[in-house]
């Protein structure tokens, strides 16, 4: 567990996990640089069990589950954050299955979301077998972070969270590891996500479909080439900010290339920065000025000011353009 100032919901989330049925752990908590009642409270506990490790300064979530990773002793590795729940039967049931599969390295669950006062506001249910996931983590993250449990000799094999990656951190990992195991959902809600109103905001929204984007292209990447742009730049010693990755990435795979420009570019029109839109519109018109997509995307940005005046026309078109792109695959 990595908590930051978390002193409002920490002790109801520690102790869901001191409770489990399952006894024979270690706890290991990371306070990054809290500057509330984190420690206090973390410091009242007089568990053998818990561990805490601080830092002296804030240095997220990434870096601080990585500590957390390299101090485990544990066979296991168990993920929980710092204001939600785990039910008590979470972890005995995790190991059960993990214990009778070998063949499984991750494991997570259904989740409840729950709002500031522990209210069910909805139920996530997850698929659960190795081949709905794989067919799914392909179109998007299907593990809530907190209720998973893993293997840590996994992270021998495909390495720890890449620091590079300032959300969305868990899907990366994970469709990292789903090509050396097999992964599972157990199909009961053992998990409690906190959605905190505070906590989401359109920037973050923006930044976790960016990197979301940016780790399924890797993962693409990886497949057809061995390795990711990230994975050939390390080994050259090479420091990237991912944001900025879009901009930079070879050119050698087309495929790859216009379908992270074309997230951009869509992305950007949803949150009505038309301007910055344009730029990435520009790169797939250099790379295939002939893609009728790009070309058709562009001609919906320039009547959307006439939507309302023109409602009918703007709607044929577009419906006439999708059927088309979709008749002729492009």
């Not at 590795?77 to 995790?94: P, V």
Request: aromatic share 12%; with cysteine; hydrophobic share 40%.
């Amino acid at each position: 567990m990595s908590v930051y100032n978390g002193e409002r919901y920490l002790r109801k989330s520690v102790d869901s996990i001191l409770n489990q049925t399952f006894k024979d752990f270690e706890f290991i908590i990371i306070n990054d640089g809290s500057t509330d009642k984190t420690l206090k409270i973390l410091n009242d506990y007089n568990d053998p069990r818990i561990k805490i490790i601080n830092n002296k300064e804030n240095i997220g979530l990434t870096r601080s589950l990585n500590k957390g990773l390299k101090v485990a002793k544990g066979e296991y590795i168990a993920r929980q954050d710092g204001d939600d729940t785990s039910m008590a039967e979470r972890i005995k049931k995790q190991i059960k299955l993990l214990e009778r599969n070998l063949n499984i390295g991750l494991v997570g669950t259904y989740s409840c979301v729950i709002n500031e006062k522990g209210k069910i506001l909805y139920k996530n249910r997850f698929p659960e077998s190795n081949e709905e996931i794989l067919e799914k983590l392909m179109r998007g993250n299907v593990f809530a972070h907190g209720s998973v449990i893993f293997r840590k000799a996994l992270v021998r094999k495909v390495g720890a969270y890449r620091t590079e990656f300032k959300s969305c951190q868990d899907y990366d990992l994970w469709l990292r590891f789903v090509e050396v195991t097999e992964a599972a959902n157990i199909p009961e809600f053992l998990y409690s996500w906190r959605l905190i109103p505070d906590s989401i905001s359109g920037t973050r929204r923006i930044q976790q479909e960016a990197y979301a984007s940016i780790a399924l292209d890797f993962a693409k990447e990886r497949r057809i080439n061995g390795k990711d742009f990230l994975q050939e730049t390390k080994e050259k010693d090479e420091e990237i900010e991912l944001i900025g990755l879009l901009m930079k990435k070879d050119a050698g795979n087309d495929l790859i290339m216009l379908e992270s420009y074309d997230f951009w570019a869509r992305l950007l029109i949803q949150k009505n920065n038309f301007k910055e839109s344009f730029v990435f519109f520009s790169l797939l018109i250099r790379k295939k000025p002939f893609r009728l997509r790009t070309w058709f995307l562009l001609l919906l940005i320039l009547l959307k000011p006439f939507k309302v005046t023109f409602g009918f026309l703007y709607r044929s078109i577009r419906k006439t353009g999708k059927e088309f792109l979709k008749l002729i695959g492009k």
